[in-house]
């Protein structure tokens, strides 16, 4: 959906108006699947915006980002499975100063079982099952397990 950009800035403003009131300053994403979606909510906030990025296995602002003190925040992703990336987010940006006031995704595929310590929105909710790899048919017969997404492929390799 985002590679259509009229899609992805209704998205932005679909996400937006759930914030609307709150006086959000600044919008921020983990790179790379929520840097889009974050630009559009910000659009539509009238917000600046930024991004984190992993550096050495942890997630930092870069590129000459700078937070301002107490500056009320809104971080965005496109699609939250664990949080975990949201929780790196904000961790990173409140380290950095900011008021993180909520977080907000196009998808929760944890059936809104994410806790990323701030209140979470998402246009949609899935709850996507997972099965323990000792009771997984395909890892039994040694089929390849591929995860998608940014931070690396997962193999039942160990």
Same mark, same amino acid.
């Given at each position: ?11 932005? *403003? ?12 600044? %919008? ?14 910000? *659009? ?9 990025e992993?550096?050495? !296995?942890?997630?930092?602002? *870069? *590129? ?5 003190? &107490?500056?009320?925040?809104?971080? $965005?992703?496109d699609?939250?499975?664990?949080? !975990? ?5 904000? @961790?990173c940006?409140k380290?950095? &100063? ?13 059936g809104?079982?994410? @806790?990323?310590g $701030?209140?979470?929105?998402a ?7 997972? %099965? @323990?790899?000792s009771? /997984?048919?395909? /890892? ?19």
């Amino acid at each position: 959906m985002l590679q259509y950009p009229k899609k992805a800035e209704e998205f932005g *403003r679909a996400i937006a108006e759930q914030f609307k009131d709150l006086g959000i300053e600044l %919008v921020a994403s983990p790179a790379i699947g929520g840097i889009i979606i974050g630009h559009e909510v910000a *659009r539509a906030l009238g917000a600046r915006f930024v991004w984190t990025e992993r550096e050495a !296995g942890r997630m930092t602002l *870069r *590129r000459g980002f700078a937070i301002t003190p &107490g500056e009320k925040t809104l971080v $965005v992703e496109d699609v939250i499975t664990t949080g !975990g990336s949201t929780r790196e987010t904000i @961790d990173c940006l409140k380290a950095a &100063g900011a008021n993180v006031l909520g977080a907000a995704s196009i998808i929760d595929r944890s059936g809104r079982d994410a @806790d990323v310590g $701030v209140p979470l929105f998402a246009l949609a909710s899935l709850r996507v099952s997972s %099965v @323990d790899p000792s009771a /997984c048919d395909a /890892c039994r017969i040694g089929e390849p397990v591929v995860k998608p997404g940014s931070r690396k492929a997962a193999t039942n390799e160990g």
